[in-house]
T-cell receptor
């Protein structure tokens, strides 16, 4: 069964460093998303991406964040200058149309 | 403001003891309501999508129902492997994002 994959599974970084989280969405899906979940809190929407551009973003997704689909298979989330409060699980999701979203296993980001 | 409230926060059941989880929502035009299962340290695993009041979906021991204000996830004769956090999310018309509740942490004991 096709699934969303994410790398790395765990990323540790120093405050102020740049990180890139990588995702491979399900191959025939057209819509891509990033969410995050701070420990013990709700899953929160960050951004949606379709046809090589951002279609929607939340207030969390400020100028420190960017997304890219550098080739036909990868979808990346970049955080330019990490802060302590960026520590969270980051989930990538994809969907064929704008309905059921399938999530990856997540990347745990720890900012020291 | 669109929001989702799930109850109870935690539920402990004996194996075989059926129960229901509640998801109350307020949304400016419901596009879809989604149930996911989340194991510790893992991503949400899709279970069901419901689109309109009166709709029901079933999968093994799980059954999801939808009204205009809430959804229920009924678990019939649960097994220990059903232990997980169950998440409810809504999608409003005109938006792609899912709005999640805080989840119900279910523990099933043998």
């Amino acid at each position: 069964e096709p699934e969303v994959t994410q790398t790395p599974s765990h990323q540790v970084t120093q405050m102020g460093q740049e990180v890139i989280l990588r995702c491979v969405p399900i191959s025939n899906h057209l819509y891509f998303y990033w969410y995050r979940q701070i420990l013990g809190q709700k899953v929160e929407f960050l951004v949606s991406f379709y046809n090589n551009e951002i279609s929607e973003k939340s207030e969390i997704f400020d100028d420190q964040f960017s997304v890219e689909r550098p080739d036909g298979s990868n979808f990346t989330l970049k955080i330019r200058s990490t802060k302590l409060e960026d520590s969270a699980m980051y989930f990538c999701a994809s969907s064929i149309a704008t309905d059921t979203q399938y999530f990856g296993p997540g990347t745990r980001l720890t900012v020291l | 403001e669109d929001q989702v409230t799930q109850s109870p926060e935690a539920l402990r059941l004996q194996e075989g003891e059926s129960s229901s989880l509640n998801c109350s929502y307020t949304v400016s035009g419901l596009r879809g309501l989604f149930w996911y299962r989340q194991d510790p340290g893992k991503g949400p695993e899709f279970l069901f999508t419901l689109y309109s009041a009166g709709e029901e979906k079933e999968k093994e021991r799980l059954k999801a129902t939808l009204t205009k204000k809430e959804s229920f996830l009924h678990i019939t004769a649960p097994k220990p492997e059903d232990s997980a956090t169950y998440l409810c999310a809504v999608q409003a018309r005109g938006t792609d994002k899912l709005i999640f509740g805080t989840g119900t942490r279910l523990q099933v004991f043998p």
